[in-house]
């Protein structure tokens, strides 16, 4: 029997895809000898070369084998989606100070709809993941838009877009493609008030909850009519929803993605871009309105503009870790070839993400305390800016670095980096006022670039020189 045939049968038998690869249809490279010639007649007339990581199946159903434009269709949908989970949490930004006098709340307890919101963010996708391994990825992200309790149901794709990007791309474009992710998970945040600000000034904030009812209705029709499924059903059809995973559903699938916490190669980076992530984007999110609203006397459609800086600085972040990290790893694997390079030299490119990080908060916060009362000028959002191309960068490069290390557990290595991320998000909030009062915004940023060094910088470094000697000891206890 070959080897193609052996693939094919082992999935179609396998009753367990817990702990089973995320895409469990492909084959070895070392196995490329031994395909029939029919399957190595398919491979080549689909996509021109048996040089190619993972070597998928002989089927047109296998997402390796779909043409480009429906794999960039189906990101495209997840990517927007994960946008939108972000999105409903950020919009009322710049309606902060409207919310408050209409409920008769300090601006500090407005700021809360926000915080509360990414702390479900992050433990939701919990709750999501061992549904999307049972039923697939295309059920679950079809029932998300159907909000009653929104970042409750809009978060899936927070988590389980990077299993949807390991499953339908090869290895060499993964950095490209799991970019566009990111980013778009990125911009959602400091998008949202850029385009509310104007819809709060100029129609009232509850507009926002209508225009974001509108655009889940909008996501759920698309989903229906043209998001494919990922997760590899021989024979599946858009309208037919069945069970594709027949282990039964226990207490522990919904918290299995925390085991990840054991292994130090996606632990490390996993802490080292929350703590990036909670300056870069969480303290200039949620500070913008209340320091700029204060100093300068902002109302909502101007505050909503100063978010231009992040969402500018956050694609040109990605122009640098998505297709380029892609580039870098092709270069080293020809200089060393036939080996493989590394996941570690990935790692290169978080060092400049981390400090432009630092180089930006730091700008951002001394600057604005250095503005004179009233008089804006546009040297902080410049410094914003410069931050959030560095969270960028730490985004991508980090969670590919740790898929790379076991990509087989991408689906729950998102799980548990949004987990991670968005509670340590949540908590900064609540502690960002204290720290501006008790040591003042300028001195602020010392505070920062201290936690950033200690818990992002030299544990990265540390994982550079010793994460293959730990992936090595962690491989037989995964």
């Known amino acids: 029997m070959t080897a193609s045939k052996d693939a094919l049968e082992g999935v179609q038998q396998n009753e367990d895809f817990e702990h089973a690869a995320t895409h469990g249809t492909y084959l070895d490279k070392e196995e490329a000898s031994h395909l029939s010639e029919e399957h190595r007649q398919y491979l080549i007339q689909r996509h021109g070369t048996l040089d190619i990581d993972p070597l998928p199946t002989m089927s047109d159903a296998d997402p390796y084998n779909w043409p480009t434009h429906k794999k960039v269709l189906n990101l495209a949908f997840v990517a927007f989606h994960a946008c939108m989970c972000a999105f409903p949490a950020s919009a009322i930004i710049p309606a902060y100070e409207t919310i408050a006098e209409d409920l008769g709340v300090s601006l500090q307890r407005a700021s809360y709809l926000t915080s509360l919101q990414i702390a479900i963010l992050g433990g939701a996708p919990l709750f999501w993941r061992p549904l999307s391994t049972r039923y697939g990825r295309r059920p679950i992200f079809i029932i998300s838009p159907d909000r009653a309790l929104q970042s409750f149901f809009i978060s899936p794709p927070n988590a389980i877009g990077s299993a949807v990007v390991v499953e339908s791309f090869f290895k060499r474009e993964r950095a490209r493609y799991m970019g566009v992710w990111t980013v778009m998970l990125t911009i959602g945040i400091p998008l949202a008030p850029l385009i509310f600000g104007f819809v709060t000034t100029y129609a009232g904030y509850r507009w926002i909850y209508w225009i974001l009812a509108i655009i889940n209705g909008v996501q759920l029709v698309l989903y229906g009519l043209f998001g494919p499924e990922t997760r590899f059903i021989r024979h599946g059809q858009y309208f037919k929803f069945r069970r594709i995973d027949t282990t039964p559903i226990t207490a ?74 892609d580039l870098w790893m092709r270069a080293r694997a020809k200089r060393i070839a036939p080996r493989r390079p590394a996941p570690e030299f990935r790692l290169w490119l978080s060092y400049f993400g981390i400090l432009l990080t630092i180089c930006g908060i730091v700008v951002f916060l001394v600057r604005i305390e250095q503005a004179p009362e ?43 980096i949004t987990f991670v991320r968005h509670v340590w998000g949540f908590i900064g909030p609540f502690w960002f006022p204290d720290m501006f009062a008790t040591v003042g915004i300028a001195n602020s940023a010392g505070v920062v670039v201290a936690l950033i060094i200690g818990v992002s910088l030299f544990p990265v470094i540390f994982t550079h020189w010793r994460g293959h000697k730990m992936r090595g000891e962690m491989s037989g206890r995964m």
């Not at 632990?267 to 984007?281: D, G, K, R």
């Not at 902080?380 to 076991?406: E, F, H, K, R, S």
Request: aromatic content about 12%; overall charge negative.
């Open 252 to 325: 522990i699938a919904f918290v299995s993605p925390l085991r990840l916490a054991k292994c130090p190669c996606i632990m490390i980076p996993t802490v080292a871009y929350a703590m990036v992530f909670l300056f870069a984007s969480v303290l200039t999110s949620v500070e913008i309105p209340q320091l700029f609203a204060e100093k300068f006397h902002f109302n909502a459609q101007q505050l909503g503009l100063q978010f231009l800086g992040l969402i500018i600085g956050s694609i040109v972040g990605e122009q640098i870790s998505g297709y380029s990290s």
């Open 374 to 416: 009233g008089q804006w000028n546009v040297t902080p959002i410049i410094g914003a800016g410069i931050a959030a191309a560095g969270n960028q960068i730490v985004t991508t490069t980090l969670i590919m670095y740790a898929v790379d290390c076991y990509p087989d557990e991408a689906g729950s290595i998102g799980v548990f």
